[in-house]
């Protein structure tokens, strides 16, 4: 006589998942969104030149290598699928959401492979929101963010806001970076890493840019916030361009920078045969070029 076969035990979970409906996992019990992780081919991954963070220091980025090295990667990357495209062979290829400090230092290390986190989600909205949870951005990178997202992503500051978990308040004080002077913003990237936001939110708020660099000045040799809120209504009264002209030259100069990514984007598209511009759009182009050519002319 055979052996009695002990009773077989069903797992519950097992039995929770099954009856549930098709977004749980039907073997972990866990949801169908649940983060999946897999080893890709670092060959099988572009990067995002806009993505949020722009500074990379060297010397940490060889110590975050030497970490990896030594103590492996202990948090994935974020990649989503790009629809349609494949490497070579049967090889899938992959846009870098999140991550570029760990994707260079796999390359530092002459890795073949990383570990990453598959998302379905937006990349622009996913990069933006994963560094700024990481307090991975500087106050220039998260301004050139989220001025990506209400330029070319057509996001209001209370939808950013609400997307990114900042207020409304906070989401307008970073954007208004965007009026800083190149040169101040250079100065910041370098040498002075260290300057207050307060100071930055302040100088931003000054319309021309030559007062700006002028109160700069100012800054570097040691004016405080307070300080300078009084040499901005003084500088505020000197003779110049009226308030609302120049009001209307940075409300112009921003809607530019959309306009010329768009054009990249246009002239890419009709680079690769996917659009063309028909007679009247080129007309159009052509009285807009005329009309900045006539404004370039009388500002030089």
Request: glycine share 6%; with cysteine.
């Amino acid at each position: 006589m055979p052996p009695k076969l002990p009773k077989k035990v069903v797992n519950p979970a097992f039995q929770t998942a099954a009856r549930a409906d098709t977004n749980v996992s039907h073997l972990f019990g866990t949801s169908s969104d649940f983060p999946q992780v897999v080893e890709i081919n670092l060959a099988d991954i572009d990067t995002r030149p806009e993505q949020p963070r722009r500074h990379f220091d060297g010397d940490a980025l060889r110590s975050l290598a030497e970490s990896i090295n030594k103590h492996g990667l202990q948090q994935p990357i974020l990649v989503s699928p790009q629809s349609g495209v494949a490497g070579q062979g049967t090889s899938r290829r992959y846009t870098l959401c999140a991550g570029e400090r760990r994707y260079r230092a796999h390359q530092l290390l002459g890795r073949d492979t990383i570990y990453a986190v598959i998302t379905k989600g937006d990349a622009d909205e996913i990069a933006l929101i994963e560094n700024l949870q990481r307090v991975d951005l500087d106050l220039f990178e998260k301004s050139d963010g989220f001025a990506r997202m209400t330029d070319f992503r057509g996001y209001t500051h209370e939808g950013l806001a609400e997307v990114v978990g900042y207020s409304r308040t906070e989401v307008t004080s970073i954007l208004s970076l965007q009026r800083l002077s190149p040169t101040i913003r250079k100065e910041c990237a370098t040498s002075h890493r260290e300057t207050s936001k307060s100071i930055l939110f302040e100088l931003a708020s000054v319309a021309d840019h030559a007062q700006q660099e002028e109160l700069w000045t100012k800054v570097k040799n040691g004016m405080k916030t307070t300080e300078l809120r009084s040499a901005k209504k003084a500088s505020a009264t000197s003779p110049g361009m009226s308030p609302p002209h120049q009001q209307s030259i940075l409300r112009m100069v921003s809607t530019s920078r959309r306009f010329v990514r768009e054009i990249e984007a246009v002239h890419a598209a009709v680079q690769a045969n996917d659009a063309a511009l028909d007679d009247a759009q080129r007309q159009e182009l052509q009285q807009a070029r005329d009309l900045i050519d006539r404004l370039l002319g009388s500002a030089s």
